[in-house]
């Protein structure tokens, strides 16, 4: 018998998250850390009571202390277990820092380089959300850069293992827009070593079917191995989608042991991700819309 607890909601300070054009989140938040704008974006740090801390840009939850493990992981380890040794790895995006620290958790990794736009994002980060970069910015073997992640790429004469892609969305923001598009996909090509891969965030497919699959048939165009996933991320309101492009090593291929062992062997630890969670999110449907 499910137990059904009505309770008038009683709004105090909100976040009101469009999840859609026509759908939307309240978040209720018990305390503001900061509010501010950078030359890109709206930038603010709030506690937020159900999910913690939480970095929100252009009004849009990027990562909140509860359950940004389930997005970081799904975003970084799938590509990272599937390359057989992954030695130098290129972040565009990123800003708070713990797509960072889940790079830096393979011991395999040499240097990390991470490119964000805004300075501004970072220097929030490093100071208020602790909880989520947990000290990545101080890793000897990182070093942040600040650029727009589509000049870093075509002036770069650096190579990567892999790069992953971890944006502002594609229907949110001007300042992320081109960065996918086949021609940029072209250009991360180029400067990925001959086994390299790439992982995107590509949104959400069930909300923004047009955009994604714009972004799928982007990644179609350059890589000849393309897998496509999807998690729940409770405080998005939807399941995020990842869209991986890799030049030779499969995802689909690796079997739950093999992520396991190589997870074991470079020293990783998760709280969500692992050889199981790796062949659920191979194989979980992608959410779309049913057609009326
Ligand atoms: N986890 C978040 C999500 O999926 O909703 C995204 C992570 S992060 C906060 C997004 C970052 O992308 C921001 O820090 C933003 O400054 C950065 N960004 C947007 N456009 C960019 C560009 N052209 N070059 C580099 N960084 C960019």
């Known amino acids: 018998m499910r137990h059904i607890v009505t309770s008038p909601i009683v709004l105090g300070l909100v976040v009101i998250q469009p999840v859609s054009y026509e759908t939307h989140m309240i978040m209720k938040i018990s305390r503001v850390l900061q509010q501010t704008r950078s030359q890109y974006q709206n930038i603010e740090i709030v506690e937020l009571t159900e999910y913690g801390r939480a970095l929100v840009l252009d009004g849009l939850v990027q990562s909140t202390e509860v359950d940004e493990h389930i997005y970081h992981e799904s975003l970084v380890h799938p590509a990272m277990t599937t390359h057989p040794e992954p030695k ?30 805004d300075e501004k994002v970072v220097e929030l980060s490093k100071q208020y959300l602790q ?32 790069i992953i892609l971890d944006l502002t969305d ?68 939807y399941a995020c989608n990842f869209i991986i492009g890799s030049k030779r090593h499969d995802p689909e291929k690796l079997t739950r042991e093999e992520v396991d062992k190589r997870l074991k062997d470079r020293n990783v630890e998760t709280r969500f991700y692992n050889g199981r969670t790796h062949i659920a999110l191979m194989n979980l449907p992608i959410y779309r819309k049913a057609r009326r």
């Open 88 to 117: 130098k790895v290129l972040i565009i995006g990123g800003g708070e820092g713990a797509t960072l620290r889940e790079v830096l958790k393979h011991s395999t990794v040499r240097e990390a380089v991470m490119v964000d736009i």
């Open 131 to 162: 909880e989520l970069h947990k000290g990545s910015f101080y890793d000897p073997r990182g070093r942040v850069l600040i650029a727009d992640g589509k000049e870093y790429v075509e002036k770069t004469q650096e190579r990567y293992d892999v």
């Open 170 to 237: 594609p229907y949110a923001s001007e300042i992320a827009y081109e960065l996918y598009t086949s021609q940029f996909y072209k250009k991360i090509s180029n400067i990925l070593t001959e086994d390299g891969i790439m992982v995107t965030q590509a949104g959400s497919s069930f909300y923004y079917e047009n955009v994604y699959d714009k972004v799928l048939a982007s990644v179609r165009d350059v890589f000849p191995i393309v897998r496509e996933y999807n998690v729940w991320v409770p405080s998005f309101g």
